[in-house]
């Protein structure tokens, strides 16, 4: 038996102009950024092949299990940059819109960087707990609530100081932009893959005079961060497997895959367990 690694979802080449300028999920190499994950064949094999592997593979500490591992290859990485990019006053106030894996880590993530109230948007009771759990003080239904006029009121009309977008929906971008105060970080997480244009609600933007800051991100990679992001896994600081909802051996990936576009059965996440 080998060492036991993780290779996040974006392999960087550390050597680009976009990398050396300290953007390496813009990785603009052939198999760099996403690419390694979205393009590249056979990252579900038993073997595959890992572009600039010493760059980007981290071992597994003996003491952090391969489920918890897994969750360091997106949605920690992502959740937690999408809560570093938020810019959280220590002390500030929060909101994250969106309680899939990725958002349930921002919650977590604001937890980990002092934020000392933290709104958590969604509608499905089981991520709400999850939620709670990861740090969350507030609970928001939009369903049954109106998510913005609920952060006002329970902010003292101040809104809060960083809100993050994990779903990747208009509505959802333009309400982070409603509930974020003056000289307040817009961190959108989520995947806005449809439409032409993004709107921002111009009063709330302050007419374009607000000091509001948005921010975008990829999913981190690099073994550094892995190691850290590992780390706090085996400080305790925070426990991914959480978040496994459902678990699937090898010869039924396709279960698992199908479960993510569905969201059937309150799925968060699925596991796939090679052995
Ligand atoms: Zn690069």
Request: aromatic share 8%; net charge negative; hydrophobic share 40%.
């Amino acid at each position: 038996m080998g060492d036991r690694v993780a290779v996040n979802a974006v392999t960087p080449c550390w050597q680009c102009d976009n990398c050396q300028r300290g953007f390496s999920s813009q990785c603009t190499q052939p198999l760099g950024g996403y690419k390694y994950t979205a393009q590249k064949d056979g990252n579900l094999a038993e073997y595959f092949h890992v572009n600039d592997a010493q760059a980007n593979l981290a071992p597994i500490p003996d003491d952090v299990s391969d489920e918890a591992a897994a969750y360091t290859t997106d949605m920690m990485s992502t959740g937690f940059k999408g809560a570093e990019n938020a810019a959280i006053p220590l002390g500030g106030t929060a909101a994250v819109f969106g309680l899939g894996p990725v958002g349930l880590m921002a919650v977590a993530g604001a937890r980990l960087l002092g934020a000392a109230k933290i709104f958590a948007v969604d509608c499905v009771p089981e991520r709400f707990k999850l939620a709670k759990e990861y740090g969350a003080d507030v609970t928001v239904d939009f369903k049954k609530q109106d998510v913005v006029a609920e952060i006002l009121r329970l902010t003292g009309g101040k809104g809060v100081d960083s809100a993050m977008e994990a779903l990747g929906a208009e509505p959802t971008f333009e309400n982070c932009i409603k509930v974020t105060r003056p000289g307040g970080t817009i961190s959108n997480i989520g995947y806005h893959g449809h439409g032409d244009y993004i709107r921002i609600p111009r009063l709330e933007w302050g007419l374009g005079m607000a000091d509001k800051t948005i921010k975008t991100l990829l999913c981190p990679g690099g073994s550094e961060r892995m190691a850290r992001l590992m780390s706090l896994i085996q400080a305790g600081r925070v426990d991914p497997t959480k978040m496994s909802t459902h678990h699937f051996k090898f010869a039924e990936v396709e279960k698992g895959l199908n479960l993510m576009t569905t969201k059937e059965d309150n799925v968060i996440k699925p596991v796939i367990h090679f052995t």
